[in-house]
């Protein structure tokens, strides 16, 4: 199992919520600045700790360099590992344990980044279950720590808890209704920002937006924890309201665009990965709508995930680009909706 595929709370909006802790060891050369000798020691070293992270699931260790590399970008699109690990990959490591809820990135930005990934709005569990692997971790591990500063940082940015919490949401309606921006604006004022569906310097594919603290030094990690849940509790009241206004606005036609959406990727034989996150975005607000019966909101976020490119090509099990990769991602993407109404037809 995995967050994609779990149910979880407020799922209509929140699709994920994650904690990341980033943490450097004293004495060794930040990754920018360190030789291929340092990123083996740092490696071992984390990787040492790999016995004592029980979390009821098995834990995998991996150089990056030995994963392949479409592999290497599932990871990336899975939301399990960042772009910038795979950047590199001669010297990353990664820790992953077997319900791909919790990974530790070793060698990638800080000589440690661990996160924990949960479906829904699950903040708060995210953050106790990080907390707990780092604690494990620098009771072997002496930790880069100054008094004033809090855990030093490669960047300046995230020194002082050294923590991201972010919240991945869906927010067609508001982006319909032009009020992002407004959003965007007002969370700026209190310490958060939103990037794209993968994050920094990413774009907002399927009107997905990830919204996360800016702020690590000075306030406690259960202050910005809370921070978060409140900001995102509101926006997420936003969008339901926007939803029930969209819908009620457009009446037949808001129907027949959701309706015309599914249609189009149950039949399409091209798809561009932009065109094809806008339709499964209708799609996936449609079901949460109630207005496309038979599939759920961990179906739609699957079918998401398996029409990214790496998803495509692991599916295909070849390299493609351009319009190769667009026709094989609607092939990929008309069977998998195949699958899931048959699946369907036979628990009925």
């Known amino acids: 199992m995995s ?79 960042s772009q910038d690990l795979m950047k590199r990959y001669e010297q990353s490591a990664l820790i992953m344990d077997s319900r791909e809820k919790i990974t530790v990135m070793i060698n990638e930005e800080d000589h440690i980044r661990m996160h924990c990934i949960l479906p829904g709005f699950q903040l708060n569990p995210a953050w106790e279950q990080m907390n707990k692997v780092d604690d494990i971790i620098e009771q072997k591990v002496e930790y880069a720590y100054h008094e004033q500063l809090g855990y030093l940082t490669c960047c300046p940015t995230n020194v002082g808890t050294g923590m991201r919490a972010s919240v991945m949401m869906h927010l067609p309606a508001l982006t319909i209704n032009k009020q992002m921006n407004l959003i965007l604006q007002t969370i700026s004022k209190i310490g958060l920002t939103a990037r794209g569906i993968y994050g920094e310097g990413s774009e907002a594919l399927g009107n997905i937006y990830q919204i996360s603290n800016q702020i690590t030094l000075g306030p406690s990690e259960e202050d910005i924890i809370s921070n978060m849940i409140i900001a995102c509790r509101q926006i997420m009241e936003k969008e339901r309201i926007a939803r029930k206004a969209v819908r009620k606005t457009g009446g037949i036609q808001f129907d027949d665009a959701v309706w015309r959406a599914f249609g189009i990727l149950r039949n399409a034989r091209v798809l561009e990965l932009k065109e094809f996150m806008a339709y499964i975005s209708q799609m996936r607000m449609g079901v949460s709508l109630g207005l496309i019966p038979g599939f759920s909101l961990e179906d739609v976020d699957g079918l998401m995930t398996a029409g990214q490119p790496a998803g495509v090509m692991r599916k295909t099990g070849r390299i493609m680009e351009g319009t190769e990769l667009d026709a094989a991602r609607a092939d990929v993407i008309r069977k998998a909706i195949e699958e899931l109404e048959k699946s369907k037809e036979k628990n009925i």
């Not at 595929?5 to 909006?13: H, L, S």
């Not at 060891?25 to 083996?40: G, N, Y």
């Not at 995998?60 to 290497?72: C, Q, W």
């Open 3 to 81: 967050w994609i595929n779990e149910t979880g709370p407020d799922r209509d909006v929140v699709m994920s919520s994650r904690v990341r802790i980033a943490r450097n060891i004293a004495d060794i050369p930040f990754p920018s600045i360190m030789q291929p000798q340092h990123a083996v020691q740092v490696a071992e070293k984390v990787r040492s700790c790999l016995p004592d992270l029980k979390s009821g699931s098995r834990f995998d260790f991996m150089y990056m360099r030995d994963v392949p590399a479409i592999e290497r970008q599932i990871l990336v699109e899975k939301h399990l590992a």
